[in-house]
């Protein structure tokens, strides 16, 4: 038994090398690579990343290569198949037929003739391009800011830079207006913050810095009260009003820094005299002028009383 086993792998070994010795016409599926791409031009399409080839070899040449091409791919070097002729055009599409390649991709698969490339899937290759571009973008910081008790943000919040610049196509630059940062939280603040923020990476998109810093003004805050005249706007020129009370309590946060800046002549409060033709007892208080550095500000009493005189 074990004689007649020895004998058929004998005549097995010997079928097998006798057909690996003859001519076929086969297909084979070759992973590909493409190499020295036009270096002014950026590639916008998806190119195929296998070639069906049509071969026509001896059986051991198309065994060898088969093994091969699962650890090696098909250099497609662009540039010399092409003659240089996308990067020396101002085209941005071009479209080859396969049959162009042929002859060099036979001899990059045997430099013996060993293989003869009889077609080639797809029969066209299609390169389509985009211009490259450059443009400066605005940077917007994404922040939470936990503040302590009696802190408050004094100011807008800013990076630096402010702007970046942005390479890619000329297309996505066209439709990329801000580049937010990517969010980052603060806790427990109670002084000034100046620290790096990464960016987002943004797909075909080269920023030419990958952090900025994000400044944020914090200081802390304290409570003031001003009494502060009402005026009544739209009042006829014919007509006497009076108002209970003439003057009211404004109540506000103020930094420290700006707290000796603060002057009543920098608030205006008003009531309405078509509240009083709509027939309304009391007059909404409306604050529609202060300092932008004031927070939480708050009108004591938000509605009034008042008298026509005659």
């Given at each position: 038994m074990g004689s007649f086993l020895v004998c058929v792998i004998i005549a097995s070994g010997?079928?097998?090398?006798?057909?690996?010795?003859?001519?076929?016409?086969?297909?084979?599926?070759?992973?590909?690579t493409y190499t020295n791409m036009p270096n002014n031009k950026i590639l916008a399409n998806k190119l195929p990343d296998k070639f069906e080839l049509t071969i026509k070899a001896h059986g051991f040449h198309i065994l060898k290569h088969k093994i091969a091409y699962l650890f090696y791919p098909l250099e497609f070097n662009?540039?010399?198949?092409?003659?240089?002729?996308m990067n020396i055009s101002k085209r941005t599409n071009f479209i080859y037929p396969a049959r162009q390649f042929i002859t060099e991709l036979s001899s990059q698969l045997s430099n013996e003739n060993e293989m003869e490339i009889l077609k080639m899937k797809p029969d066209t290759?299609?390169?389509?391009?985009?211009?490259?571009?450059?443009?400066?973008?605005?940077v917007k910081p994404l922040v939470t800011v936990d503040l302590e008790k009696q802190y408050q943000i004094s100011g807008e919040i800013t990076t630096s830079p402010d702007s970046i610049l942005a390479n890619?196509?000329?297309?996505?630059?066209?439709?990329l207006e801000v580049v937010t940062t990517n969010l980052k939280r603060f806790n427990a603040v109670a002084q000034p913050v100046k620290e790096s923020v990464s960016l987002p990476k943004i797909n075909e998109v080269i920023l030419d810095t990958t952090n900025v810093t994000v400044n944020i003004p914090v200081e802390e805050y304290t409570e003031e009260q001003l009494s502060i005249p009402v005026m009544l706007k739209d009042q006829p020129s014919d007509v006497i009003v009076k108002l209970f009370p003439e003057k009211v309590k404004l109540t506000f946060q103020v930094?420290?820094?700006?707290?000796?800046?603060?002057?009543p002549e920098d608030f205006r409060l008003s009531v309405s005299y078509k509240d009083i033709q709509q027939g309304k007892q009391r007059l909404k208080v409306n604050v529609e002028l202060f300092p932008s550095y004031l927070y939480d500000l708050k009108v004591t009493p938000e509605e009034i009383e008042y008298l026509i005189q005659h």
């Open positions: 010997f079928w097998f090398l006798n057909a690996l010795n003859k001519t076929y016409t086969v297909k084979m599926l070759v992973p590909v662009v540039k010399e198949m092409t003659d240089n002729r290759l299609t390169f389509k391009f985009d211009k490259l571009g450059q443009k400066w973008v605005k890619g196509p000329q297309s996505v630059l066209d439709t930094g420290l820094s700006r707290f000796h800046d603060i002057d």
